[in-house]
């Protein structure tokens, strides 16, 4: 884990940097490999999620995970001009590590591989993960990337990332992720929306707003989503382990957590839909070691990269540990503005 700051609009973002299959510095990176940033949810930061991007950096990602500096404020102008600072240090960081990646002096030259990048927001990093990939995709300054991920860690997007999706900024989405077992486009934008139980912390399930309002805006007829919901889970599951187990978590008034087994599933789960999307070698690092048995899939039963996410899926909807189906706006009741509570607005 390499710590470091990285300073953007005036603000100097702390953020931890995971090189894959084990690497401690950018010399033992021997091949490009999947960019992922993994953003916070609200009040966090990236020492919550140090072991979820030591998993994920096993299997051959480099993971970037930034703080976010306060998103809190009283009043609706000050949150939204926050939060607006945020989603725009999302597309700077980006940019400087493609940057660096393609800057011949740099320790991290060719290290990157810029046609797969992903985001991956808990939470209020949900939020932010689309509304910066909305800014990345209608950024014309050099140096150009694709966002070719959005994974939703039970988000929890606000109102203005709801009008995002309703204003159609992010294009050529794919919603139904590979339960069609169709081609991986190459020009589209994958999202897999993966949540938990609904609860006062996720606010009441607000994700399915966004994913009903995207399935709205796309060209395909059938206009859904996939859904995968993990009702066992709670919202702080995609937090590591150790915060799970802290004096503090322990003493709130309700409960964040819920079991070790579901932490490393949903985790698991998430990791499984990247490999796939971006047909990784699994033969090379913890992929066979210890992503398919934390999946409960027998090594013996031929998974490859192609089918390792429909196959989790499968396997978890045999075992009830998940239900996952293709979501409509239909199967979705309009969220009204004035139910949203005001810390989402």
């Keep these: ?46 020492k919550g999620y140090v072991e979820y991007a030591e998993l994920l950096a096993s299997f051959g990602f480099i993971v970037f995970v930034p703080n976010m500096s306060s998103m809190n404020g009283l009043l609706k102008s000050t949150r939204h001009a926050k939060r607006q600072k945020n989603i725009e240090a999302i597309n700077e960081h980006l940019k400087w590590l493609i940057g660096r990646s393609e800057t011949a002096t740099d320790s991290l030259f060719g290290k990157i591989d810029t046609s797969k990048v992903a985001l991956a927001g808990h939470s209020a990093g949900g939020a932010v993960a689309f509304e910066a990939a909305c800014i990345v995709q209608n950024d014309t300054s050099s140096p150009q990337v694709q966002v070719k991920a959005i994974v939703f860690l039970d988000g929890v997007p606000w109102l203005s990332t709801i009008k995002r999706a309703q204003r159609g900024e992010l294009k050529r989405l794919a919603l139904e992720s590979f339960s069609g077992k169709g081609v991986i486009e190459p020009d589209k934008t994958y999202v897999f929306n993966l949540r ?3 609860s006062s912390l996720n606010a009441q399930g607000i994700v399915l707003e966004l994913m009903a309002t995207l399935a709205e805006q796309q060209e395909d007829a059938r206009k859904a989503f996939l859904d995968v919901l993990v009702e066992r889970a709670y919202h702080g599951d995609f937090i590591d382990e150790s915060k799970a187990k802290s004096v503090v978590a322990n003493l709130l008034p309700f409960k964040i957590f819920s079991t070790k087994e579901n932490r490393v599933f949903i ?60 979501l409509t706006r239909n199967d979705i009741p309009v969220t009204k503005e004035s139910s949203l509570p005001y810390y989402l607005r």
Excluded at 12 to 20: C, D, K, M, T
Aim: glycine share 8%.
């Design 196 to 198: 938990c139980g609904k």
């Design 1 to 46: 884990m390499i710590v470091g700051k990285h300073a953007v609009n005036g603000y100097s973002h702390p953020y931890a940097l995971f090189y894959p299959f084990g690497a401690t510095t950018e010399s033992e990176i021997a091949e490009k490999a999947p960019l992922l940033i993994v953003l916070h949810g609200y009040g966090g930061n990236y």
């Design 267 to 326: 985790k698991a789960l998430s990791a499984a839909f990247l490999i796939t999307l971006f047909n990784m070698d699994i033969d090379r690092g913890d992929v066979k070691s210890k992503l398919i048995p934390q999946l409960d899939l027998d090594n013996s039963d031929e998974v490859t990269a192609h089918n390792l996410f429909s196959s989790a899926i499968n396997k978890a909807k045999e075992s009830k540990s998940i239900e996952s189906n293709l």
